[in-house]
């Protein structure tokens, strides 16, 4: 996703910038462990576990990370030097609005497989059959099914393709 300060604050108004700057293609994750240096941590709120508890670890490995407004304090004990901290209510909701905002600036068909058997073998067969056509395919990662896990693929959209399959 190209992320810059205009398009932040035009799907996330009430966003801050906390350090850092935006003038890259920005990838992002929700896992602390597993996250890569280019990425963006997205802390979530689950019912046992706030992301923002590894916000450190994932700063220390990470480009940088969405921070709660009520979280804030938590970057008192961590190194944000050359991160980028982006300040909002709720990292899980700007992050799906980021996304849906991203989606809408493509036009080309994107084709969701539903159900409970068979995706990811019917999204291997379609990819397969669209790259015979001759024709540029942007196929999701994995098998995330979740609403995150649809943003998380979104993100990665760009105008290079002619399709996308999830």
Not at 38 to 55: A, N, S, T
Not at 63 to 75: C, E, I
Not at 138 to 157: D, E, K, S, V
């Amino acid at each position: 996703m190209r992320l810059d300060e205009v398009f932040l604050k035009k799907v996330v108004p009430h966003s801050e910038i906390f350090s850092g700057t935006l003038a890259d293609d920005i990838t992002f994750s929700l896992d602390s462990r597993t996250i890569n240096k280019d990425e963006l941590f997205i802390p979530i709120k689950g019912e046992r576990v706030d992301g923002h508890d590894f916000l450190q670890q994932a700063l220390q490995k990470a480009k940088g990370a969405f921070v709660a407004f009520s979280k804030k304090t938590l970057l008192d004990a961590c190194d944000t030097k050359n991160k980028i901290i982006i300040l909002v209510e709720n990292p899980e909701q700007a992050f799906i609005d980021l996304a849906t905002a991203w989606r809408v600036q493509f036009t080309y068909p994107l084709i969701g497989i539903t159900g409970s058997i068979g995706k990811t073998s019917t999204k291997t067969l379609l990819t397969r059959i669209i790259e015979q056509a001759e024709k540029k395919v942007f196929t999701a990662h994995g098998n995330q099914n979740t609403l995150l896990g649809i943003a998380l693929n979104i993100a990665h959209l760009t105008s290079e393709y002619e399709m996308a399959v999830r």
